[in-house]
C-alpha cells in the first residue's frame, strides 16, 4: 500500500483561494464557488488535509450532494487522494441508508418499498376522483406533489402554500390538487409504499421523534460537507439540521448564479443566509474558472451581471485561467429546421477535421427541440447521444457485456493484452471492430461497448498487470456509483441536464425570446432564473461557443422571433446581431399582450400569478363581486356536478367561477374572454352562466338541463 500523502503536498496541488478552503480550520465555512473553479477539487483536498493531517477519521465525514455521479466522482477522487471510508452520497442515499438501519427500531420490521416511479400511483389518485390525464399531464402532476412534499406541505396546507408561491398545478386549480394530494397518499398507504420524498420525511420524522436515534447519528458524523448548497430545498435543509444538532463543522459549497431548480422547490436562501445562521463563519469565494477560455468567461460575466442576481450580490466575477480561444459566435436563421441543418453540418466538419464528437454539445432548453437536432446530425452521419435517457449500466448491450466478461475472468490466462480480450469478448454482445453504417439506437449500442472496450484499455495503461477480473471489479464499482465511462457522440442535452458538464465546443441552440427565456416564465423572479440557465449553459464551454436562433419556427412562416434579450448586453462581443430589435409591426401586437404588467384594480398589486390575472384583483384583496350572484353559480355548478358524477372543478374552477363573478359578461361573446371558459365549456355551458347572471333561478336551469339529457365530460 502506498504511503498517505504528506498534508502539506495535498496543499500545494491548490491555487491560493482552493487552499484556503482545504486547509481552514473545522467550524462553518461557506464557499461560493464559481463555474469551472474547482469547487469539487477544493472540498475533496479539505477532507483529504483534515484526514491526513489527523483532524477528522474519514469514518466521521458525510459529503452529500445531489447526483450519483457527482457522489461517485467525489469517491473517487478521495481515493486518489489515500482517503477511505467517507460516505459520499446524495441527500437521498444516506437518508434512505439511515431509514432501513433504523426502522426496525423505531417502527418495527423491515422499511417500505421505496417507489421508482410515481406515475402509476399518480394515474390510480386521479381515476379515484374522476380525472383522466395524458402521461405528460401525469408527469407534471408528478412533479408538482414533490415539489410539495419538498416544501414542507400536506394536503391540507398546499393550497395556501402554492398560493403564497404563485403555483398553478397542471389542468388542476389549487384546491383540486390539494384532494389529488391526499388521495395520492391514500394510494400508496394502500399499496404499501413510499416515494424518494417519503425516504427524507420519514427520515426526519425519526430524528425529531427518537432522541437515543438521533443521538447515535450524532456520535456517528461529526464534519459535514454539502456541495451545491444552492440547490436544497426546505426538507432536505431540515435533515441536515437534524444531522448537525448543536454542532457547526460543516461547509458548504455552491454559487448562488447558477440556482436553476426554482421550480422544485430548491433555493439559494440557505447558501446567502449561511454566515447569518452561523455567526463567525468564513466565506472563501473561488474566481478562478479553470474551464473556459478568456472570451467565453467575458460573454458569461456579460450576460450574467446585467439582472438582479448580480445586482443582490448573488454572482461572482470569473477570472479565466486558460489560454485565449475563438470568440462566442451568434448566427441566426430563417427557421427551425434551418438552424438544425447549418449547426449538424458545422459539426459534422468539426469531426471530419480531428475534433472529438464527444467533446462536442448541443444544448437547448426544452426537451422538443432535440427531435430537429437528432434528425440533422442523423442526416449528416453523425453519431450522438441524447443526455438524461437510460442510464449507462442500465442498457441491455451493457447489461449483457457485463455479464459476459464476468463469466470469461474465470478463464483469463494473461496471454492476451487486457484491451484484445475484451473486444473478443463484447463480441458475444454485438461489438465490432468497425461502426455501423446507421445511426440510431444501433449506432448507440455500438458507441456503448466501444466505450466498454476503451475503459479496459485505460485500465491496462494505468495497471499494466490488470486483467478481466480488475475490469470487471471496475466495472462493478462505476455501476454502484453511476460513474458511467466516455461514449463516443455528440451530446444533445437540455440546459437543465447539462449542469455539471463540460464540452470542448458548445452549440446552445433556440436563443431566442420565447426559448430563452421561455415564454412561461412569469414575473421578474422566474425571468431572472431563465439568465442563469444560460449562464450556466454559456460556461459549459471550454474553448468554441456557438449560439444561434431562427426568426420562424418553419420554413415559410412570418418572421415573428426576436434574439433573446439577455444577449443584447452582450454586443460588442457578439456583434450587432445580439441587439434586441423592435418586434415586427404584425407582431407588436402580441408581444405588447405578454409584457403588459397588470395590476390588482383594488389596490394597484402587480398581478404575478395567472389565478390573480384571471379574478382582476391580488390574493390579499377581498373579492368585489356580488356574494349572491357567486352563490347562484356556485349551486349550479354543484348541481351541474352532481348530474355528471364529477367533480364541481371539472367544470368550472373557482378561479374561473370567482372571474366570471366580478367581471359579469353581458353576453356569451363578453364570456368566451374569461379564462377557462373554452370553446367547448361555451357550448355546454354558455347560456345558464349569462342566464344566472341576469337573476335566473339555478335549479330551474338545472331541471331544464335535466330534462334534455345533457351530461359533462369529464
Same mark, same amino acid.
Given at each position: 500500500?502506498?504511503?498517505?500523502?504528506?498534508?502539506?503536498?495535498?496543499?500545494?496541488?491548490?491555487?491560493?483561494?482552493?487552499?484556503?478552503?482545504?486547509?481552514?480550520?473545522?467550524?462553518?465555512?461557506?464557499?461560493?464557488?464559481?463555474?469551472?473553479?474547482?469547487?469539487?477539487?477544493?472540498?475533496?483536498?479539505?477532507?483529504?488535509?483534515?484526514?491526513?493531517?489527523?483532524?477528522?477519521?474519514?469514518?466521521?465525514?458525510?459529503?452529500?450532494?445531489?447526483?450519483?455521479?457527482?457522489?461517485?466522482?467525489?469517491?473517487?477522487?478521495?481515493?486518489?487522494?489515500?482517503?477511505?471510508?467517507?460516505?459520499?452520497?446524495?441527500?437521498?442515499?444516506?437518508?434512505?441508508?439511515?431509514?432501513?438501519?433504523?426502522?426496525?427500531?423505531?417502527?418495527?420490521?423491515?422499511?417500505?418499498?421505496?417507489?421508482?416511479?410515481?406515475?402509476?400511483?399518480?394515474?390510480?389518485?386521479?381515476?379515484?376522483?374522476?380525472?383522466?390525464?395524458?402521461?405528460?399531464?401525469?408527469?407534471?402532476?408528478?412533479?408538482?406533489?414533490?415539489?410539495?412534499?419538498?416544501?414542507?406541505?400536506?394536503?391540507?396546507?398546499?393550497?395556501?402554500?402554492?398560493?403564497?408561491?404563485?403555483?398553478?398545478?397542471?389542468?388542476?386549480?389549487?384546491?383540486?390538487?390539494?384532494?389529488?394530494?391526499?388521495?395520492?397518499?391514500?394510494?400508496?398507504?394502500?399499496?404499501?409504499?413510499?416515494?424518494?420524498?417519503?425516504?427524507?420525511?420519514?427520515?426526519?420524522?425519526?430524528?425529531?421523534?427518537?432522541?437515543?436515534?438521533?443521538?447515535?447519528?450524532?456520535?456517528?458524523?461529526?464534519?459535514?460537507?454539502?456541495?451545491?448548497?444552492?440547490?436544497?430545498?426546505?426538507?432536505?435543509?431540515?435533515?441536515?439540521?437534524?444531522?448537525?444538532?448543536?454542532?457547526?463543522?460543516?461547509?458548504?459549497?455552491?454559487?448562488?448564479?447558477?440556482?436553476?431548480?426554482?421550480?422544485?422547490?430548491?433555493?439559494?436562501?440557505?447558501?446567502?443566509?449561511?454566515?447569518?445562521?452561523?455567526?463567525?463563519?468564513?466565506?472563501?469565494?473561488?474566481?478562478?474558472?479553470?474551464?473556459?477560455?478568456?472570451?467565453?468567461?467575458?460573454?458569461?460575466?456579460?450576460?450574467?451581471?446585467?439582472?438582479? *442576481? $448580480?445586482?443582490?450580490?448573488? %454572482?461572482?466575477? !470569473?477570472? +479565466?485561467?486558460? #489560454?485565449?480561444?475563438?470568440? =462566442?459566435? &451568434?448566427?441566426?436563421?430563417?427557421?427551425?429546421?434551418?438552424?438544425?441543418?447549418?449547426?449538424?453540418?458545422?459539426?459534422?466538419?468539426?469531426?471530419?477535421?480531428?475534433?472529438?464528437?464527444?467533446?462536442?454539445?448541443?444544448?437547448?432548453?426544452?426537451?422538443?427541440?432535440?427531435?430537429?437536432?437528432?434528425?440533422?446530425?442523423?442526416?449528416?452521419?453523425?453519431?450522438?447521444?441524447?443526455?438524461?435517457?437510460?442510464?449507462?449500466?442500465?442498457?441491455?448491450?451493457?447489461?449483457?457485456?457485463?455479464?459476459?466478461?464476468?463469466?470469461?475472468?474465470?478463464?483469463?490466462?494473461?496471454?492476451?493484452?487486457?484491451?484484445?480480450?475484451?473486444?473478443?469478448?463484447?463480441?458475444?454482445?454485438?461489438?465490432?471492430?468497425?461502426?455501423?453504417?446507421?445511426?440510431?439506437?444501433?449506432?448507440?449500442?455500438?458507441?456503448?461497448? *466501444? $466505450?466498454?472496450?476503451?475503459? %479496459?484499455?485505460? !485500465?491496462? +495503461?494505468?495497471? #499494466?498487470?490488470?486483467?478481466? =477480473?480488475? &475490469?470487471?471489479?471496475?466495472?462493478?464499482?462505476?455501476?454502484?456509483?453511476?460513474?458511467?465511462?466516455?461514449?463516443?457522440?455528440?451530446?444533445?442535452?437540455?440546459?437543465?441536464?447539462?449542469?455539471?458538464?463540460?464540452?470542448?465546443?458548445?452549440?446552445?441552440?433556440?436563443?431566442?425570446?420565447?426559448?430563452?427565456?421561455?415564454?412561461?416564465?412569469?414575473?421578474?423572479?422566474?425571468?431572472?432564473?431563465?439568465?442563469?440557465?444560460?449562464?450556466?449553459?454559456?460556461?459549459?464551454?471550454?474553448?468554441?461557443?456557438?449560439?444561434?436562433?431562427?426568426?420562424?419556427?418553419?420554413?415559410?412562416?412570418?418572421?415573428?422571433?426576436?434574439?433573446?434579450?439577455?444577449?443584447?448586453?452582450?454586443?460588442?462581443?457578439?456583434?450587432?446581431?445580439?441587439?434586441?430589435?423592435?418586434?415586427?409591426?404584425?407582431?407588436?401586437?402580441?408581444? $405588447?399582450?405578454?409584457?403588459?404588467?397588470?395590476?390588482?384594480?383594488?389596490?394597484?398589486?402587480?398581478?404575478?400569478?395567472?389565478?390573480?390575472?384571471?379574478?382582476?384583483?391580488?390574493?390579499?384583496?377581498?373579492?368585489?363581486?356580488?356574494?349572491?350572484?357567486?352563490?347562484?353559480?356556485?349551486?349550479?355548478?354543484?348541481?351541474?356536478?352532481?348530474?355528471?358524477?364529477?367533480?364541481?372543478?371539472?367544470?368550472?374552477?373557482?378561479?374561473?367561477?370567482?372571474?366570471?363573478?366580478?367581471?359579469?359578461?353581458?353576453?356569451?361573446?363578453?364570456?368566451?374572454?374569461?379564462?377557462?371558459?373554452?370553446?367547448?365549456?361555451?357550448?355546454?355551458?354558455?347560456?345558464?352562466?349569462?342566464?344566472?347572471?341576469?337573476?335566473?333561478?339555478?335549479?330551474?336551469?338545472?331541471?331544464?338541463?335535466?330534462?334534455?339529457?345533457?351530461?359533462?365530460?369529464?
Amino acid at each position: 500500500m502506498p504511503a498517505a500523502p504528506h498534508p502539506d503536498d495535498i496543499l500545494e496541488q491548490l491555487d491560493p483561494e482552493q487552499r484556503e478552503v482545504a486547509s481552514a480550520p473545522p467550524g462553518p465555512l461557506c464557499v461560493l464557488a464559481g463555474a469551472g473553479t474547482g469547487k469539487t477539487r477544493a472540498i475533496t483536498h479539505r477532507i483529504a488535509y483534515a484526514v491526513h493531517a489527523g483532524m477528522q477519521q474519514p469514518q466521521r465525514i458525510l459529503a452529500v450532494t445531489f447526483t450519483a455521479r457527482a457522489a461517485g466522482e467525489m469517491r473517487t477522487r478521495l481515493r486518489n487522494l489515500g482517503v477511505h471510508g467517507v460516505q459520499a452520497r446524495t441527500f437521498h442515499a444516506a437518508a434512505l441508508r439511515q431509514l432501513h438501519y433504523f426502522w426496525p427500531q423505531a417502527v418495527g420490521g423491515a422499511a417500505p418499498e421505496v417507489m421508482s416511479v410515481k406515475a402509476p400511483a399518480v394515474a390510480e389518485a386521479a381515476s379515484r376522483l374522476r380525472l383522466q390525464f395524458d402521461r405528460t399531464a401525469i408527469r407534471d402532476l408528478a412533479a408538482e406533489i414533490e415539489w410539495s412534499k419538498v416544501s414542507l406541505l400536506t394536503p391540507e396546507s398546499y393550497a395556501a402554500g402554492a398560493r403564497a408561491e404563485g403555483r398553478e398545478p397542471p389542468g388542476l386549480d389549487v384546491t383540486a390538487m390539494a384532494r389529488l394530494l391526499g388521495c395520492y397518499e391514500d394510494v400508496k398507504q394502500a399499496r404499501g409504499v413510499i416515494d424518494f420524498e417519503d425516504v427524507l420525511l420519514l427520515t426526519v420524522g425519526i430524528l425529531e421523534e427518537r432522541d437515543d436515534i438521533v443521538r447515535t447519528v450524532h456520535g456517528q458524523y461529526r464534519q459535514f460537507v454539502v456541495d451545491e448548497y444552492q440547490d436544497v430545498n426546505a426538507l432536505q435543509q431540515r435533515l441536515l439540521d437534524l444531522w448537525l444538532g448543536e454542532r457547526n463543522d460543516v461547509t458548504v459549497v455552491g454559487d448562488p448564479a447558477q440556482t436553476i431548480y426554482s421550480f422544485t422547490g430548491a433555493s439559494p436562501r440557505h447558501l446567502l443566509g449561511f454566515a447569518s445562521r452561523f455567526p463567525g463563519a468564513r466565506t472563501i469565494r473561488l474566481v478562478r474558472n479553470y474551464r473556459s477560455s478568456p472570451q467565453i468567461i467575458e460573454l458569461a460575466n456579460t450576460v450574467i451581471s446585467s439582472g438582479p *442576481t $448580480a445586482a443582490r450580490g448573488g %454572482a461572482l466575477r !470569473l477570472t +479565466a485561467q486558460r #489560454p485565449p480561444g475563438p470568440a =462566442p459566435v &451568434l448566427m441566426s436563421h430563417s427557421d427551425d429546421q434551418a438552424e438544425a441543418a447549418a449547426v449538424a453540418d458545422q459539426i459534422r466538419r468539426l469531426i471530419e477535421g480531428g475534433h472529438p464528437a464527444a467533446e462536442i454539445a448541443v444544448l437547448f432548453r426544452t426537451n422538443g427541440q432535440s427531435e430537429a437536432f437528432e434528425s440533422a446530425l442523423a442526416a449528416a452521419g453523425v453519431s450522438y447521444l441524447v443526455r438524461g435517457g437510460e442510464r449507462f449500466f442500465a442498457r441491455k448491450e451493457v447489461r449483457d457485456a457485463i455479464l459476459l466478461l464476468r463469466g470469461a475472468a474465470r478463464s483469463d490466462d494473461g496471454s492476451k493484452p487486457l484491451g484484445h480480450i475484451t473486444r473478443d469478448v463484447i463480441a458475444g454482445a454485438g461489438w465490432s471492430p468497425d461502426p455501423p453504417s446507421s445511426s440510431g439506437a444501433t449506432r448507440e449500442r455500438w458507441e456503448s461497448l *466501444t $466505450a466498454l472496450a476503451a475503459l %479496459a484499455d485505460d !485500465l491496462e +495503461a494505468a495497471v #499494466p498487470e490488470a486483467r478481466l =477480473p480488475e &475490469l470487471v471489479a471496475e466495472l462493478d464499482r462505476r455501476a454502484a456509483e453511476q460513474h458511467a465511462p466516455a461514449v463516443q457522440g455528440v451530446t444533445l442535452a437540455s440546459l437543465h441536464a447539462a449542469k455539471g458538464l463540460e464540452w470542448d465546443t458548445v452549440f446552445l441552440v433556440g436563443a431566442s425570446d420565447g426559448l430563452i427565456p421561455i415564454s412561461l416564465a412569469e414575473g421578474v423572479e422566474a425571468v431572472e432564473e431563465e439568465r442563469r440557465l444560460l449562464y450556466v449553459g454559456l460556461t459549459r464551454a471550454r474553448r468554441q461557443l456557438f449560439l444561434s436562433w431562427s426568426s420562424t419556427r418553419t420554413s415559410g412562416g412570418r418572421p415573428t422571433r426576436r434574439v433573446s434579450r439577455f444577449l443584447g448586453p452582450a454586443e460588442d462581443i457578439l456583434g450587432s446581431g445580439a441587439r434586441t430589435a423592435a418586434p415586427s409591426t404584425a407582431r407588436r401586437r402580441t408581444v $405588447a399582450k405578454v409584457a403588459t404588467v397588470l395590476h390588482c384594480r383594488r389596490c394597484g398589486a402587480e398581478l404575478t400569478t395567472a389565478a390573480q390575472r384571471k379574478t382582476g384583483r391580488c390574493d390579499d384583496c377581498p373579492p368585489s363581486y356580488d356574494v349572491a350572484v357567486f352563490e347562484r353559480l356556485r349551486e349550479w355548478r354543484l348541481g351541474v356536478a352532481r348530474a355528471a358524477s364529477v367533480p364541481a372543478f371539472v367544470v368550472f374552477t373557482d378561479a374561473t367561477l370567482t372571474a366570471i363573478a366580478e367581471r359579469e359578461p353581458a353576453d356569451e361573446g363578453a364570456l368566451a374572454g374569461i379564462s377557462g371558459v373554452g370553446t367547448r365549456k361555451l357550448a355546454q355551458y354558455g347560456a345558464d352562466i349569462i342566464a344566472i347572471l341576469h337573476g335566473a333561478d339555478p335549479q330551474e336551469l338545472l331541471e331544464t338541463r335535466s330534462g334534455t339529457g345533457e351530461s359533462t365530460d369529464s
